[in-house]
């Protein structure tokens, strides 16, 4: 019984920290261009969007199976969300654009944040 309450909390948790997420996630900047928002004018900021939607799908995966326990999915939540607040500060200073370094520096932590991800999932 107590490990089903567990469970059902853990749910509810990464469930909150989910659509916490997405709501920041679709904030927009002055080119309507921002994180969660796919603008095909903007490749750089779209690529880096479909990373983070990706690398949610993942962490969400791992909660449903059970992979991921607590601790580690709001780790790696809270790592997500500074990578939507670095592109969003990003976007900010280029009127809704990346650049190529600003786009190179956010792939590094998604690859940081993937390959943990992934050893989470395999421990």
Do not use: C
């Amino acid at each position: 019984m107590n490990n089903i309450f567990s469970k059902s909390l853990l749910v509810l948790a990464v469930g909150g920290l989910m659509i916490a997420g997405s709501a920041s996630a679709q904030t927009t900047t002055t080119s309507g261009a921002g994180p969660g928002v796919v603008d095909p004018g903007h490749p750089r900021v779209n690529q880096v969007n479909g990373r983070e939607e990706n690398q949610q799908q993942r962490i969400a995966n791992g909660v449903s199976s059970g992979k991921l326990n607590s601790q580690q999915t709001a780790n790696l939540e809270n790592r997500e969300t500074a990578v939507q607040n670095r592109e969003k500060a990003d976007m900010a200073k280029n009127n809704g654009h990346l650049t190529k370094g600003e786009q190179r520096g956010i792939n590094r932590q998604q690859n940081r944040i993937s390959k943990s991800i992934a050893k989470d999932k395999h421990q």
